[in-house]
């Protein structure tokens, strides 16, 4: 365990030491959460935003030694470097200035001869301007109708952070244009996608930094002949969200719109820069969308300014790093009992996992100690009638539920067993981390529970695009402070490319098959060369 | 590791010792598949379907021993055991039928003194009449308008099953009616469904064998007060699926129909009854689901007569507690290269972690080694761009990728670097495979990759309700062969009692603070107080 922390860390080995006690048989939650003012001591709240650790498998000593990890490898002393725009990403020499595109307080943050703030400005109000004369119908489609629908073309963190929020944002906001989502280069992905739009009233949203990546091109030149046989011009239905001077900000490639995206925001970062401030300005104005950056700067604040121990990103990555180092669970849960933050758990799953999947840590030593676990979930209660058989009575992994206080239905509600059914929704949340921390012992083995399975709750108050921002942002401090405890660069993600570049040599061989049908795949390892020889057929 | 298995089996021994050589340095998936005939040795097809294990941890010996232990543990003799009727849910008492709702060879089965087949056929007859009645308008609602809409209000394995059938299918079958999901009680997924819905021309398909599951009932209630306001007549716009003589069965509350469902076929394992019989036929028409039912047939019965060795569903559950016991990986990916198949996944989640998640064998011993694993997965390639930094470079586990030959998809394509967006799909299915197996060396720690990280490809030719069929039985099968082979009982579920039963307390506190708003929580822990003082407050 932990060798190359052990080296630099006392908290890391007195935390090993405390480890043993902690899962000894009779430091069971069942006691813990018994203790006087437990949930007072573990819990945490800032303005719209409730954060229970109280059911986690941690004592107060575990707390102070966690807190002193995170004292010792200068967790925010890095948060504040990065947010100030030093080169936090070290493999790639780039900042990482998410937090800048939120950043109402500082008047400027300098990055080489850029200004990032002002140029972020900037964008914005274009992005305002842009989406404001769409929705008044001053730019229209080829046929002069104007636009009801808006298609994102992007993969990965060019679509994910969106979704979620566009899919949170529709529950509490009427969207004035509908969203819809083209990440994968999967053709039925494609054939899904023009079965739910009207031709002449979509507007396609192209997003690639680079304007190379593989599948947003595929789906770029998909969408370039859909058009072309709808008799409909690209220079009036496309927009671009891409860096200054990529092949998607080319004049030559006539678009509706150019819109800036900078190498100081990584992807799975990216939701609050132009990445998603077009399509959520498209979709619900872009008052919305700032509504939203604000709560992701409260948030922001709080992880910057907030002392260790009260800071709720910062103690909610350290309990991670408790969880997956110490206590060695592989995964972890995220269930809303919100049915509308459905998305959010595919977000934070590649937000967290690209971010702390990695092997070696900031200075190029390989890791010998746990780095990112699984992410994964489904709302509750669904997930309750699904994978919480496993959850209560098969390997254990910790659980972060969400509840949100108030629903956004409005209307009449019926009662059913004398509650509504919000307040159904609720007794189950709070049931689940009972039952998962408590168990109950039965003669019957088949309905004995252990209990003793750790959980966080998280609360916030409703809906809004505020809270909704508290939400994103909160995850982002939270994975980029396990980042930086763990010693892991937070930022880069070169585990990507050993598939990219066995594609691309794929490719090559399919695109000569395609031009000389009688090629033969022999540069292949034999299975490659069954599968595509099965893709030529046709069939197995 | 494993003493109660130990104690009976000499297979499991010795896999535990030839785990030591495989996981030995030199025993490299590299160098693996690079035997000669790997694939040919490694790979099982049958009508359809292609299962390629040759990316598996495995050698000759590992293999061998693998099959002895079916043999050892009699998995096949229970798997047909189960077909026939036997009282395989030991705990519950209950026979496991699935494979007989789509049993196409079969007389008879006699269950106590019920004939089985001809219970099943009759539903089955009757779901196809009332199908065609609401295609040909014979049935409306209220107010005379043809049914547009089926809402199926149901959770848990009342809906997972039929959501995954109906969205790959509707990918290859125009839908006549179009299905939404009702599942959870958060108010909000009811406020998102009638969204989507007109009143006058929505069925509302209740899915309850009990008829008293808690969210059902719930949303009941909410769709007759929805119903009431609209003033349409419930008896006009209700069905149900439910147990013969439940409360959902009962002339006294009329509706348009009521399907009966039984208790020798669990939830989880429920799409080929009424519970998908009825909302696919709905959407799809009966003959659709027949033909669905076809394709399930086909793999039960080469899962039930196949020899160990060419038993695509017995080897699969064997290198899944290859890869659980012996390599030690805690979770399982599940990747379709296939949008269609997106709800594939949370399907299986379901199915086998409530299934296998499990801590005390089906003669009640606790386990003391690992059942069920956690399953989670997305679409490839989105899946790429998410999480799988993780899978090349953090802590590794196994994965399934899907493909299938030919897409949906039959307009003018274009074409990328030279392939049509199906082949670039195919490329990286390919690639992602031999990249976690092989890895690269790189000096620069950053870069490199250890690789020997186990997949499994499956591949059927093109989207069919036969071949999503043949799909959703694979997975069946090889869940109970996994239960089986474990000694574990896959069809019961106790694991989710203690959270109904805690929420049961919670709700009836919630009850009275209804009736009486001076009630005080003081019967409640404080943590779960706080959380009901703050949703009866409105705020944190």
Request: charge should be negative.
């Amino acid at each position: 365990m932990g060798q190359t922390l052990f080296e630099h860390c006392n908290a890391f080995k007195n935390l090993s030491r405390l480890s043993k006690s902690v899962t000894d048989k009779n430091c069971h939650l069942r006691h813990l959460i018994q203790e006087k003012d437990r949930l007072k001591n573990f819990s945490l709240k800032m303005e719209g935003f409730f954060y229970d650790f109280s059911k986690q498998r941690i004592d107060d000593r575990v707390l102070a030694e966690l807190l002193n990890l995170a004292g010792e490898t200068k967790a925010k002393e890095t948060f504040s470097r990065m947010t100030a725009g030093d080169i936090v990403n070290v493999t790639e020499k780039r900042a990482a200035l998410h937090t800048a595109a939120r950043d109402f307080t500082h008047d400027a943050i300098w990055l080489n001869d850029v200004e990032v703030i002002s140029e972020m400005n900037h964008v914005n109000l274009q992005i305002k301007a842009f989406s404001e004369k769409i929705h008044h119908r001053q730019i229209t489609g080829t046929t002069g109708k104007p636009f009801t629908d808006a298609v994102v073309i992007g993969i990965g963190g060019s679509y994910l952070g969106c979704e979620f929020v566009y899919t949170a944002c529709k529950q509490c906001v009427e969207p004035q244009m509908d969203l819809h989502f083209l990440p994968n280069v999967d053709i039925d992905n494609f054939g899904q996608v023009i079965k739910t739009i009207d031709p002449e009233t979509c507007l396609w949203i192209v997003i690639s930094k680079s304007y190379t990546t593989t599948e947003t091109m595929a789906n770029l030149n998909q969408v370039l002949l859909f058009l072309k046989t709808h008799h409909l011009d690209p220079a009036h239905h496309l927009v671009t969200v891409t860096a200054k001077g990529s092949p998607g900000d080319n004049p030559s490639n006539p678009v509706l719109g150019s819109f800036h995206m900078f190498d100081f925001i990584g992807g799975r970062y990216s939701v609050t820069s132009a990445v998603g401030g077009l399509p959520l300005s498209l979709a619900f104005g872009f008052d919305v969308f700032n509504r939203f950056l604000t709560g992701c700067h409260a948030m922001d604040s709080h992880a910057l300014n907030a002392p260790e121990e009260k800071n709720i990103p910062l103690i909610s990555a350290l309990i991670s790093i408790w969880n997956s180092n110490f206590l060695r669970y592989p995964a972890q849960a995220i269930i809303p009992y919100c049915s509308a933050l459905s998305r959010l758990t595919p977000h934070v799953q590649q937000l967290y996992m690209e971010s702390l999947g990695k092997g070696v840590t900031s200075d190029g030593k390989l890791t010998d100690y746990q780095t990112g676990v699984i992410i994964f979930g489904e709302p509750g209660t669904n997930a309750q009638h699904s994978f919480f058989q496993l959850a209560h009575q098969g390997s254990p992994f910790p659980i972060e539920f969400i509840g949100v206080v108030k629903p956004a239905y409005n209307k009449d509600q019926a009662k059913s067993k004398g509650v509504y059914n919000h307040q159904e929704l609720w007794a189950n949340m709070i049931a689940q981390a009972q039952a998962l921390a408590m168990g109950k012992a039965d003669d019957n083995t088949a309905k004995h529970f252990t209990g003793n399975r750790p959980s966080s709750t998280i609360v916030i108050n409703t809906l809004t695009p505020e809270s909704v921002g508290m939400l994103l942002a909160f995850y982002e401090a939270r994975t980029v402070y396990e980042g930086f405890i763990l010693g892991i660069n937070p930022f880069d993600q070169f585990g990507v490319e050993l598939g990219k570049h066995l594609a691309s040599d794929i490719r090559e061989q399919i695109k000569r098959k395609n031009t000389d049908a009688a090629y033969a795949f022999n540069a292949l390892d034999p299975a490659a060369a069954f599968y595509l020889d099965t893709l030529f057929k046709g069939a197995l």
